[in-house]
């Protein structure tokens, strides 16, 4: 009787879905854009909508026959065939413990004391340029961006990928990176034993609280915009657009650019 309840509950929640269809289509465009079933339900309820819908309905709707004929679960931060129960998913908090939390990043990073404090984040693609996305980084003091085509979304991939892209830099200059609480940014833990960079994370739904990379986002997308084709990109045409990022006057930097700005910062390590 248990589990005929349970399987009720769900056919349920996936109804709501298929009952509404503005509410679904607001679902899926979100999906598309890389957001998490979390961050969409947290989101809709923000923006106020009529009909609420939790995360685990979105859920329920990806894995049912109507979201998987639509093949939804390729746009979940970490994608499976079937979802883990509820028992056997890595606690979000154990994924990114308290003591990581940006509140407890000291104060010279937040101040831009130091040089090596960096910013990550994924810049997400359409559909149907396929798995393909870019990392961005940027540097909070220099302001200096680095970009790399990255081909997974995984966790594993995406952290081996930034450990070969960061570690040719003096360890002082990458001294931590700060992240939103992605779960492709799950295997921070390899970045400090593996380079000895530090990671830390803002607050769930908070990306305003590492707004260097966000800007820096915002600006690369006129050079990258949602509907490129990134597989396309040689790493020569990625260089390209860092190239000019940073090689464009900043206010904030005295009207430097950011790699005049970086350039003299390494300088300084002697």
Request: hydrophobic fraction near 35%; include cysteine; glycine fraction near 6%.
């Amino acid at each position: 009787m248990l589990a005929q309840k349970s399987a009720a509950e769900r056919r349920a929640r996936r109804r709501k879905l298929v009952r509404n269809p503005e509410l679904r289509d607001a679902v899926i465009d979100r999906l598309q854009e890389g957001w998490s079933p979390e961050q969409i339900a947290g989101r809709l309820k923000l923006e106020g909508h009529t009909a609420s819908v939790s995360h685990e309905t979105i859920y329920a709707y990806i894995y049912s026959p109507d979201g998987q004929s639509q093949a939804l679960a390729r746009f979940l931060p970490e994608r499976r065939k079937k979802r883990k129960p509820r028992y056997a998913r890595t606690p979000r908090g154990m994924m990114f413990p308290l003591e990581r939390s940006i509140h407890n990043r000291p104060d010279h990073i937040k101040s831009r004391e130091t040089f090596g404090e960096w910013e990550g984040d994924l810049m997400i693609f359409r559909r149907e340029h396929g798995k393909a996305n870019v990392a961005s980084l940027v540097e909070r003091k220099t302001r200096f961006a680095v970009l790399f085509r990255n081909n997974d979304r995984s966790s594993k991939h995406f952290i081996a990928k930034l450990m070969n892209v960061m570690e040719p830099l003096p360890q002082t200059a990458r001294q931590s990176i700060t992240f939103d609480r992605g779960i492709e940014f799950s295997g921070w833990r390899k970045l400090e034993a593996g380079i000895g960079t530090s990671a830390w994370f803002c607050d769930p739904q908070a990306p305003w609280q590492k707004g260097s990379v966000e800007n820096l986002n915002k600006r690369a997308r006129r050079y990258l915009p949602r509907d490129t084709p990134i597989a396309a990109l040689s790493n020569r045409d990625m260089k390209a657009i860092c190239d000019r990022l940073n090689g464009t006057p900043r206010k904030c930097l005295g009207w430097r650019t950011p790699t005049e700005a970086f350039a003299e910062e390494t300088r300084k390590l002697g």
